[in-house]
């Protein structure tokens, strides 16, 4: 049995660039679809999902503090 788990997680091919960062986003918005979510179970590598998952945290929260740094200096007042 343990041999039939190796060459599953070696036969695993990915689910491409763009299709990991099509499905970290709809997982992270909650609107992935049941079959997506299969698809990615059963093709992509779980360090995949992991390591995209770190990187939309990063940028959302780079990306959220930028947001709030630009309405900040647009609000604030002009001395």
């Known amino acids: ?9 070696t036969q695993r091919k ?6 990991t960062i099509q499905s970290t986003i709809a997982a992270a918005c909650g609107v992935q679809t049941k079959a997506n979510r299969e698809r990615d179970f059963a093709q ?3 360090s ?4 995209a998952g770190i990187l939309f ?3 959302f929260i780079f990306g959220m503090y930028g947001i709030v740094q ?3 200096s647009v609000a604030s007042p002009v001395k």
Not at 1 to 9: F, K
Not at 14 to 19: A, H, M
């Open 70 to 72: 630009l309405v900040i």
């Open 1 to 9: 049995m343990n041999e039939q788990s190796t060459n599953t997680d």
């Open 14 to 19: 990915g689910i491409g660039f763009w299709r």
């Open 57 to 59: 945290v990063v940028v």
């Open 44 to 46: 992509a590598k779980p």
């Open 48 to 51: 995949t999902f992991v390591i």
